[in-house]
């Protein structure tokens, strides 16, 4: 069976919000420059410092991919998706939804619904949009 991974792209900004995200989730961060790629002769002037190549490995094998856009190619954000992360405990889930939300757009507080003992939907601060669910003990 494959694996299903998410991958973003950021507008300059990979190294920033991976470097986040390893704070706020844990786990292990690889980062490539385009500058030190074997095709480093091949960027475009500026282009050296943006993000390849970026790889979360979190502890439960959950693995979060990004990159940053070429310079001079047009970004046009992050939209018609949201990472969901589901956690065992609300405590744990409140936590790391504070941590996305600092400096980012709560579009459905963390609280308790009909589905879940915590659930609340964050865009953070780079432009990534998350879910955060703490589902009911069956």
Known sequence: MA???AYLTFDGTCAEAMRFYESVLGGKLELMTMGESPMADQ?????GDRIMHAKLETGDGSILMASDGMVGQQ?????GFGLSLSYGSVAEGQRIFDALAAGG????????????????????????PWMVNVETKA
């Not at 459905?108 to 432009?127: L, Q």
Request: charged share 10%.
């Open 3 to 5: 694996n299903l991974n």
């Open 43 to 47: 960027v475009p002037p500026g282009a």
């Open 75 to 79: 970004y046009h954000g992050m939209h």
């Open 105 to 128: 757009n709560v579009g459905m507080p963390f609280g308790k619904t009909f589905w879940a003992e915590g659930f609340g939907m964050v865009v953070d601060r780079f432009g990534t």
